[in-house]
């Protein structure tokens, strides 16, 4: 029976172990400072690269909501660019799929650092002045959606 982690975790910290682990091997070094936290061995935590990744994983997250809301309203402008092209049931699912995204990550905190008018100008510039050889249509210049447009849940059909 092999002894358990928290004193590997504790052993490496002697000297800059622990450091070293951080920057060879991320998973171990994860798993490491999970035991350590799961024990309360404060000892054994790395204090600043914990803090740095504990931050990380807010900031991803947002940014992953953030990304998914220009995924959507891209989409959106396409099918408002290009309403006669084959791919507008293609773009529509693609809009409905990162609006599920979206809902799924986003965090009420997220609220009030996302700005839509921001994230529409990214769509904007993303959007190609073409599709097919087929110049986009108007699209609006303002973002036609807000926040909780976005966040709601789909319609339901009821099939008759």
Known sequence: MSPPRIKTASALLKGEGMARVYETDILEWSELQAAALAARDVDALDWDNLAEEIEDVGS???????????????????????????YVDGWEAEVRQER?????RF??????????????????????????????GPVPKE??????????????????
């Open 60 to 86: 991803n997250q947002f940014h992953s909501v953030q990304s998914h809301i220009v995924q959507a309203l891209l989409h959106q402008l396409k099918v408002i660019a290009w309403p006669n092209l084959p």
């Open 107 to 136: 965090a009420n905190s997220m609220r009030r650092k996302i700005n839509m008018d921001e994230l529409y100008r990214d769509a904007l510039d993303a959007l190609p002045a073409t599709q097919d050889r087929v110049p986009a």
């Open 143 to 160: 973002c036609p959606v807000t926040l909780d447009d976005l966040l709601a849940p789909p319609a339901v059909v009821e099939e008759s």
């Open 100 to 104: 599920g995204h979206i809902r799924r």
